[in-house]
C-alpha cells in the first residue's frame, strides 16, 4: 500500500537553529498538509498546499514557518529560528482530492522535533 | 465550545467487550467526518470515514447525527490489539482547502 514518508524520524537541534523536515507523500495525491502535535496535546492544522501554493494556513503557522515542493515529489516544512515550543511532533499528509469529499488524508509516521 | 470535544477516558475494558465512544462538534457546517486511531507516539490512522446514514466496518460502526453535531463510533467484540487513542476528526467547513480539526482523542485499554 502506498504511503507517505517523512525524513528525519528524530530532529534535534539548538534554539535559533534552522530545521527542514521532509515528506514525500503518495504519488497521485494533490493535496498536502502539515499537523503538528505537542507532546500530550491534540493533533493541529498547520498549513494546506494544493497546485505549488498555500491554500489555508492556522495561526501557528507565522513568518517562521515556510513550505515548499522543491520537485515533483518532496513537499518540505522549513522552520527558521526555533524556540523551544515549536518541539513537537509533526506529521505531513496527502490526499487524492480535498477532504470535504470525505477523501481521508493519510498520514506519515511524523518527524519528532526536539528543541534544545 | 472546542470545535470538536470528546471525552479523553480512559476506558478500561474486559476482552471481548462493547465499547463506544462519543464526539461533538460546533460547526454545523462541517461536511465530512472521520474517526482515527492513534497508538503512542505514532501517527494518526484512518480507521473510517462516518457517512450520514451511518456505516460499519467489521467491528466497527460509525454514526452521526447532523441534527445533534454528534458522532459515534462502537467497537464490539473489543480485542486487545484496539487498545489506542480514538480521534474524533471533521473537516469543518464545506469548500474549504481540507484543513482537518482534531478532537482531543479518547484513550481506550482493552485488558485480558
Known amino acids: 500500500e502506498p504511503e507517505v514518508t517523512q525524513t528525519p524520524s528524530h530532529q534535534v537541534t539548538q534554539m535559533g537553529q534552522e530545521v527542514i523536515l521532509r515528506c514525500v507523500p503518495i504519488s497521485n495525491h494533490l493535496y498536502f498538509y502539515w499537523y503538528r502535535q505537542i507532546l500530550g496535546q491534540k493533533v493541529e492544522f498547520l498549513v494546506s498546499f494544493y497546485n505549488n501554493e498555500i491554500s489555508e494556513k492556522s495561526e501557528i503557522f507565522d513568518d517562521q514557518f515556510s513550505v515548499e515542493r522543491p520537485d515533483g515529489s518532496n513537499f518540505t516544512l522549513k522552520i527558521r529560528s526555533t524556540k523551544l515550543e515549536d518541539s513537537a511532533m509533526y506529521f505531513c499528509a496527502s490526499s487524492e482530492r480535498r477532504s470535504f469529499s470525505n477523501q481521508p488524508q493519510h498520514f506519515g509516521d511524523g518527524t519528532r522535533l526536539s528543541i534544545l | 465550545r472546542k470545535e470538536v470535544e470528546q471525552d479523553p477516558g480512559p476506558f478500561n475494558v474486559p476482552e471481548g467487550a462493547t465499547v463506544a465512544f462519543n464526539c461533538t462538534y460546533s460547526?454545523?457546517?462541517?461536511?465530512?467526518f472521520f474517526w482515527y486511531r492513534q497508538d503512542c507516539r505514532k501517527e494518526p490512522k484512518l480507521l473510517m470515514s462516518v457517512y450520514s446514514s451511518g456505516n460499519e466496518d467489521g467491528r466497527f460502526t460509525a454514526q452521526l447525527n447532523r441534527a445533534s453535531q454528534y458522532i459515534s463510533l462502537l467497537i464490539r467484540d473489543s480485542k486487545l490489539s484496539d487498545s489506542a487513542t480514538y480521534l474524533c476528526v471533521v473537516n469543518p467547513l464545506p469548500g474549504n482547502t481540507g484543513k482537518l480539526i482534531f478532537g482531543q482523542g479518547t484513550t481506550l485499554q482493552v485488558k485480558p
Open positions: 460547526n454545523s457546517a462541517s461536511q465530512s
